[in-house]
């Protein structure tokens, strides 16, 4: 029987698990035990938590996988590529792991590779850093986190030293990272390689609380960009995965598209779209398999992209606010969308949102094109 290794076990991670076992694998699934739904659906289920890499490999030599993926956090990429490159299974390289998934090393790799990057600069609590050269706004964030974790705009250097502290705190290695702020609207592009190809398949519009926060409130795609703009996005994306050195599995890269209709890469992720973009929006608006497509390149299978025009537009929208909750009433009266799924509704929540995993809910929902 053909097995799969899946790295955590969340709710997130479970539609991985529940799609590899309808394609006939016996599915192992590793992650700290926490009660996840991914416990109970997995054949195999390894109370090793996904940091634990050595001891995930020690198993994996005994299990034998086809191949192992997990579409969650940038934590799981870390074990999936140790474990797929000491097993001889397709995966981005181990020596690339840091650049994906460290902010200040990532726009390091971009800079190198010729990439455009804003101005930035990577410093500890007390390293007192060196903003001449730097024009305002700018962005004060954690190198190694996500979610929008402890993320602040400043207008002024007024308020630099708490913004740093803050994300150097919400740091995995206490550091952050400051940058010069992007103007733009904001997308994402949603592809998945192998063999060192990238195949494009969605952009997604992101909708944002804007400053200071920038928590994402919902998601659109396809973004309606022109077909020209869509090229010039793909070029973009690509040269950024090509720098940071990615060559298998999904990619998650997102940008801001100035006015003048340059693209910035904020930062890419060697992984699926969390938020639902991943996991849903693109196999609802392109129908492409997506989560098929990371268990064929995880197992070295040949994947096939549907190209064409999208199907319909699918959105996400989260649940922050009161009037979010009204919004859902309402659109649950319309006849002009499908919703696809409503989340559990953490009612306390509303009004209380700090950061993306304090969001009371969501629902995804499709309209005709
Ligand atoms: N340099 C920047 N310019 C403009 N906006 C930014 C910049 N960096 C981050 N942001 C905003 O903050 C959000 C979160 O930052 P990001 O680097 O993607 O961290 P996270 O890992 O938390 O997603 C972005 O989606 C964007 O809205
Ligand atoms: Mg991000």
Redesign the pocket.
């Known amino acids: 029987m053909k097995k799969l290794a899946v790295i955590g076990a969340n709710d997130f991670q479970n539609q991985l698990i529940l799609k590899a076992k309808e394609l006939g694998y016996e599915t192992h699934v590793f992650a700290w035990r926490a009660g996840a739904e991914g416990e109970k659906t997995a054949d195999y289920f390894y109370p090793i938590s996904i940091t634990e890499k050595e001891e995930i490999l020690e198993v994996c030599r005994r299990i034998r996988p086809d191949g192992i993926c997990s579409i969650g956090s ?1 934590l799981a990429v870390v074990a999936v590529s140790y474990v797929a490159e000491h097993l001889g299974l397709p995966c981005n390289p181990v020596s690339i792991t840091h650049q994906c998934t460290n ?1 200040a090393a990532m726009r390091e790799a971009f800079a190198r590779a010729g990439v455009p990057v ?1 101005r ?1 600069v990577r410093t500890g609590r007390h390293d007192g850093p060196d903003l001449s050269g730097f024009s305002f ?3 004060v ?2 190198t190694d ?5 402890a ?1 602040t ?1 400043l207008e002024t250097a007024e308020g630099l030293q708490e913004a740093v502290d803050a994300a150097c705190e919400a740091s995995f290695e206490h550091m952050a990272i400051i ?6 609207d ?1 997308y994402s592009c949603e592809c998945i390689s192998q063999d060192g190809v990238h195949h494009f398949l969605a952009v997604t519009k ?1 909708f ?1 609380t ?1 400053a200071p ?2 928590i ?1 409130t919902g998601h659109m795609e396809p973004a309606g960009l022109s077909a020209e703009q869509e090229e010039q996005v793909k070029a973009a994306v690509f040269a950024g995965l090509d720098a940071l050195g990615i060559v298998t599995g999904a990619s998650h890269s ?1 940008f ?1 598209l100035a006015a003048d209709g340059s693209i ?1 890469i ?2 890419i ?1 060697a992984r699926m779209g969390g938020d639902c973009i991943g996991s849903d929006l693109v196999e609802l608006s392109t129908g492409n398999d997506f989560i098929r497509m990371v268990i064929d390149a995880a197992c070295g299978r040949p994947i096939s992209v549907r190209s064409g025009a999208p199907l319909r537009r699918a959105y996400v929208r989260f649940l922050l606010t009161q009037e979010d909750a009204r919004a859902l009433e309402r659109d649950r009266a319309r006849t002009d969308i499908t919703i696809c799924r409503v989340s559990r509704i953490d009612t306390d929540l509303l009004g209380h949102t700090s ?2 995993s304090t969001r009371a809910g969501y629902y995804i929902y499709t309209e005709a094109l």
């Open positions: 940038d902010k804003p930035f706004p700018v962005i964030k954690p986190r996500s979610g929008s974790r993320i705009r940058e010069e702020y992007l103007e733009g904001e992101k944002t804007g926060h920038f994402e997102e801001k910035r904020i930062e992720g950061d993306s």
